[in-house]
């Protein structure tokens, strides 16, 4: 009760979360389908289909004119701001206009990939990279974080995690940018509720310290030791559990064969000790995936503990160049077309999210 679950706030044509199943559906097509197969453009039509009625059949050169439009609000940047890279985003995004129409949908939807690069940029005393409206979203996103081209391999890793994550039910992040839309606040505001729920470690904060849980455990060997004292201290094992999956989280999955897929390919482009390193990498995330799944199901043998997005979430970004401080920001370039999604859906419905709580305070005093 005291975290909703199993309340049904909204009704969405957007995605289903089926946790005992463990599959996600996003508008009618399972996310097998659109993993690894559609662009994040694609995606991002899908969910905002029905909801725009000017909204063009291909997304491509409309997204990225607005990754032009935004580009202009990286001028009030200063390397202050963007220490802290999701608060950074979040205080750009905030100065977008708060409209409800397409041209600010597209533009927040855009604006966490130009401001993430630009932030990253910034934070190590670069100049940001204006886009190029000509490529592709995940294409983009890349070069204007590192300042140089992506392999055809690493924008369709991006491609593939950024739909992997564009809509996922009511989470949390969803439900507050709802509860927002539902005021009639505009859709930056409910953008922006959105990115202040996704940045907590319970949410989309977890994969930086997936990172630091691998770096801290280092080698297989180590793994069943090292998680042990981490729960013997009290700790939860950041990638391992989910409020609706019961069983494996089919995100994690799709992350898993993408960060295989890009080892392999990038073989090829970077060479044999990129992709041995690669295989190493892999080899101590498998090590310390099956012992946390193990030691879990000893310590906590009635509640089902499996991996979710986060873990995989955390290899993939990390072999395309995102340091960990920026993952959640990555996450927001993928989850802001749902939730912009889910803000117009709330608003055609028309309903003001307004629930009730149970007061169990003191009585008024009465006066003797
Ligand atoms: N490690 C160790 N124990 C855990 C973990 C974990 N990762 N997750 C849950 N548990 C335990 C809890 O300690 C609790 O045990 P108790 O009953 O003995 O006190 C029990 O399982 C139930 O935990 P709840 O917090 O009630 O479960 P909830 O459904 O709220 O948890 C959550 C979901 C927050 C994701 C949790 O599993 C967690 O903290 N995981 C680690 C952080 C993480 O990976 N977050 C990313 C989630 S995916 C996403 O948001 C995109």
Redesign the pocket.
Known sequence: MS?L?GVVAAQTVLSEVDGLAGRLIIRGHALDELAGRWSFEEAAGLLLAGFFPDLPDDLAPALGAARVRVFEQVAHLDANLARAPVEAIRALVARLADRDDLEIGLNLIAAPAVFTGAVLRVSTGKAPIAPDAKLGHAADSLRMMRGQAATRAQAAALDTYLVT?CD?GL??STFAARVVASTQAGLTSAVLAGISALKG????G?PGP?IDMLDAIGAPTNARVWLAEA?DRG?????????IYRVR?PRADALKAAVRDLALQEEAVCGRIALAEAVEGAALAEAVEGAALAI?RE??PD?P?ET????YTALLLEALGFPPSAFTCV?AMGRTAGWVAHAREQVAGGRLIRPQSAYVGPPPRVAA
């Open positions: 975290g679950e994550v996922h989470n949390a470690p319970l949410h989309g977890a997936v729960l700790e939860r094992l950041m990638g391992f559990g989910h409020r989280d879990l310590r906590k509640r503990l979710n997005v986060e873990f996450f």
